[in-house]
């Protein structure tokens, strides 16, 4: 019984903890992105705006980055980026997957920057890999914060975070700029609705839509 038991306890602990995509593999990671396009394209043939581990929700006064200049803090070539996103003048519709279907990475960034650390990049070279071979039309690059600090100024930090990745994506990993769509969250979307400060909300997830 008392072994049941802790196997229960050890079974509840894993679904509590985030699997983030720098633990993935490969073949892991272009599966999963694989299930999120049939979720997209499912919930928007659906005239319901959902499906089976995808809801999509209208956020007001947030929108992706449409063709703009994203250039990071710690950008040293001057060289600019540009995105390819939908319309900023529409709300955004955004996919609001389940945690089994969320793509997600946790980047240690520095106290109020956005700049991607060389100690951090190795997190994403799984993801590079992935992006540079799978069948993926758009991907979004989506920040997100814990609930620590104003709306406003998490909103703010978590784009230019999104923005950030997306920077490494193009200029170290040879992504298509077109293929990549950048926006900041803040803390809307936490991964642990239960504890809106723990460090598991502080994130950027990737979306395949389409």
Known sequence: MR?????LAVALLALATPVLAQDY????????FERQKQAFSAAQDSGMGQTRGLKL???????????VSVQSQSSTSGESVTTAA????????????DPELQVN???????DSAALSASEKPKLETLCTVLRTADINVIRIVGH???????DYNERLSVLRAKEVARHLVQECGIES?????VGMGERFPFNAADPKADENRR????ALS
Do not use: C, Y
Not at 3 to 7: A, D, F, K, N, P
Not at 57 to 67: I, K, R, Y
């Open 145 to 151: 914060t814990d609930s620590s600090g104003s709306d």
């Open 57 to 67: 929700v209208t956020v007001q006064d947030v929108s992706s980055e449409s063709a």
């Open 25 to 32: 593999t490969a073949e892991q990671l272009q599966a999963l």
């Open 204 to 207: 950027v997830e990737f979306q």
């Open 3 to 7: 072994m049941t038991s802790l196997r």
């Open 105 to 111: 990475l946790h980047i240690k960034f520095d106290f």
């Open 86 to 97: 939908a319309d900023p003048n529409k709300p955004l519709v955004f996919g609001q997957l």
């Open 178 to 182: 077109g293929r990549l769509e950048t």
